[in-house]
């Protein structure tokens, strides 16, 4: 792996147009980067699909259990938060100005299209992608990264490819979760506060403002939170050598990183929901 | 080379060549440990390479087992050219040569059973059957039995480096570079890891009793000089040829003087 981040360290900015060009081209270098990390990792899983099965499905179901199932409580948990606290409130505001029409709408610009999958990301981001970081930094620095080269093992198969499709399909499952339990909280509020809203009306209010292309836009939006995620981490943890020392910048740097990338995603697709 | 008879049977080719070769560091991207590097390593030799610390030892071998190509100049293994290619095409010959990690640089997450597992469970070369009976025999071979389900983490570092030699094992190469294979071991474990060395080179039932073409690296000479055949020295940046035992001893380089004697220098 040949990539390079390279940043040019400079006392206190003496120019602010060199400052910001340093940054500018600092950041040019890590988009770079991380896009030919992106790119590689996607060529070794297409390329290497069928081998190592053995060994590279069960790290996979690992995977899975880390960033999904085992985040299960606490999205549930939060979910129930989400909906007790802000879509039961948002629920009896609506019904004492009289705008229970928009309800359905509302919920699902607000819980479905946006909160749900950046709020799963987050949490799957804090528990998952750090001890990415850290697992793959300490695993690089103490040269087990060689180890497994050595062996003919390609190490973005078994470390990176895993874990990309884990926290893929962990970041989806977990955002269905806790968009299904936020709206069932979120009428329980409702309900608890003595708003004249009928399951039937609150659900039906639901169906009609979601759209094919939601679900459609949800799978790719949650898809590409957990591919971002774990790349961005596994980048930082990998893809350059890095003494002990230097593990925990990285997590800093690639949490930071993947919040970024993760918000400028879900950017653009509000320009897709503006489009489609 | 000559040939023994007048079968029309090519000679073998170098089981390992470098022509030229400037090695890089492993950890520092920018730095170049040894320059212009010559080695021809024929199949059957067993070569002790000295050199103190940091003069370039575990990056010299790491690029004669092809993780790390050279920055300049060439590197054969059994003939082939290890530069760039396609993986199906180079991988082969790659895994023909093994390297035991100076400490192991076993994988911690996993047990030590699974450690000496990946590589064959990864390559899936053998049924599932052969491969468990091969694991136990890498494990019986190395005494860590009684450590199987433990991490690597639970163990004594000279017992990582044990794990290092069975793992290494485990896909039968033909050559074995070893990486300071006694740094911090205490008599007995020299002991135990010079005699597997001599076995593995005469030809150990582990790989079928076919004799193996060794290296080793060491900052000492001593325990090498009646055991391997080649040698050679890392010293400021170049990698020297040195012959056989004879020349060995009678170097005149103050450092192979002082590598042959370091064992003096514990004895007042």
Redesign the interface.
């Known amino acids: 792996m040949e990539i390079s981040t390279r940043s040019w360290k400079a006392p206190l900015p003496r120019s602010y147009v060199d400052f910001f060009g340093r940054k500018l081209i600092g950041f040019l270098n890590i988009v770079h980067g991380l896009g030919a990390f992106a790119l590689i990792t996607l060529g070794v899983m297409f390329t290497k699909f069928r081998t190592a099965r053995p060994v590279i499905h069960p790290l996979v179901v690992n995977q899975i259990s880390q960033s999904g199932v085992q985040l299960l409580p606490m999205i549930l948990f939060l979910a129930l938060a989400l909906g007790l606290v802000i879509i039961g409130q948002t629920v009896s505001l609506l019904n004492r100005v009289g705008a229970n029409a928009y309800l359905g709408t509302i919920m699902v610009t607000v819980v479905v299209r946006e909160l749900g999958p950046l709020l799963t990301a987050l949490i799957v981001l804090s528990r998952a992608g750090t001890a990415n970081v850290i697992e793959l930094g300490t695993a690089r620095a103490l040269g087990e990264v060689e180890a497994l080269e050595v062996l003919g093992i390609d190490p973005i198969h078994y470390l990176v490819v895993p874990r990309v499709v884990g926290m893929a399909l962990g970041v989806f499952s977990l955002t269905v979760y806790l968009i299904l339990v936020a709206l069932v909280s979120g009428y329980l509020w409702a309900f608890l506060q003595n708003v004249p809203l009928t399951p039937g009306d609150y659900f039906r209010q639901l169906a009609e403002s979601l759209r094919g292309r939601d679900f459609v836009l949800l799978a790719l939006k949650t898809w590409a939170f957990g591919v971002i995620i774990a790349t961005v981490t596994c980048f930082y943890g990998l893809a350059q050598p890095l003494r002990l020392e230097e593990v925990s910048r990285a997590a800093v740097r690639a949490v930071a990183q993947s919040v970024i990338v993760c918000v400028l995603v879900d950017a653009l697709f509000i320009v897709i929901y503006l489009v489609a | 080379m000559k040939t023994p008879d007048s079968s029309p049977t090519p000679p073998l080719p170098p089981a390992l060549e470098m022509i030229g070769a400037t090695i890089g560091s492993?950890?520092?991207?920018d730095a170049v440990v040894v320059e212009l590097a010559n080695w021809k390593m024929e199949v059957g030799d067993y070569w002790a390479i000295g050199g103190l610390q940091a003069s370039g030892k575990s990056d010299f071998l790491?690029t004669a087992?092809?993780?790390m190509p050279p920055l300049r100049g060439a590197l054969r293994v059994f003939g082939q050219e290890l530069g760039l290619g396609f993986?199906h095409e180079l991988?082969p010959t790659?895994?023909r040569v093994?390297?035991v990690?100076d400490g192991g640089?076993?994988?911690?997450?996993l047990t030590i059973l699974e450690n000496i597992a990946?590589?064959i469970?990864?390559?899936?070369r053998h049924a599932s059957a052969e491969a468990e009976a091969r694991i136990q025999a890498l494990l019986d071979l190395t005494g860590l039995e009684a450590w199987a389900d433990r991490t690597p983490g639970a163990m004594r570092r000279n017992l990582q480096q044990r794990v290092g030699l069975a793992?290494?094992l485990?896909?039968k190469p033909e050559l074995l570079l070893l990486d300071n294979p006694l740094s911090g071991l205490d008599p007995r474990d020299s002991a135990w890891w010079l005699d597997i060395i001599d076995q593995l080179c005469a030809g150990h039932s582990i790989m079928d009793g076919r004799p193996m073409t060794l290296a080793v690296t060491d900052d000492n000479f001593a325990p090498w000089r009646d055991r391997a055949r080649q040698f050679a020295l890392l010293k400021n940046k170049s990698f020297m040829l040195l012959g056989g035992r004879a020349e060995l001893l009678a170097s005149t380089d103050p450092l192979v003087q002082e590598l042959l004697h370091t064992e003096q220098l514990a004895m007042p």
């Open positions: 492993l950890v520092n991207t790491a087992a092809g993780i993986e991988m790659r895994l093994g390297l990690f640089r076993l994988l911690s997450h990946l590589p469970r990864y390559h899936q793992r290494a485990a896909l």
